[in-house]
């Protein structure tokens, strides 16, 4: 009767089972699975907030330079150059920090997008409610950190020509009002977005914390 036995096919056999090597056990705890996602979003998150710092030192120090700038004179245009030389390579360091920050929120956004569907399938409805609200302010704060990222790009590149157009000679009053009228609006705009993901950052804290309570395990205070 060996012929009658029911075979699986053996790429199929090897799909299978790779998959549940990736996965792990399949029929893990939704509690378990989300609290762990949440925790290593934490970590995944730690180089963003060292990038946030850099950058923040960048900005000051291209502040004081361009400060310097515009108390000289044409006569002293050589020291302008030399100054707006060294703010371009504060902005160039800037882009760098801020392209470290996007790839630390976007390792964290791919863990907690691998594991939110865990929310769902949570038993308790209490339990469930505080986690699906939590998934929910995360969600919204990775779309607000999007804006946020696409906003201060914007601003930097327009520095960055500020800069670069500080070196001409001939550069007239009007042009320069004209891109210092871009850049105010753009860092208006920085602040905006700046404020709404703060904003979801403070509700997914609290909410990550309800969720936590309900579910029993130790609250953790914000890092």
Known sequence: MESFKKRVPAGLAVFCMAAFLLTGCLWEDPVKSLHGSLEKVVELEKPFQKEQKSLKSLEQNESKLYEKMIKLNMDDFDQVVALSEKALKSAKEREQHLRSEK????KAKKEFEANKASAEKIDDRNVKKKAESAVSYMERRYQAYDALYKAYKNALGLDQELYKLLQNKELGLNELESQLGK???????????SEHFNAYTKDYNKARKDFYKAAGYHVKESR
């Open 183 to 193: 850049i105010n609006k753009s860092y208006a705009e920085v602040m905006k977005q």
């Open 103 to 106: 790839e630390s929120i976007d």
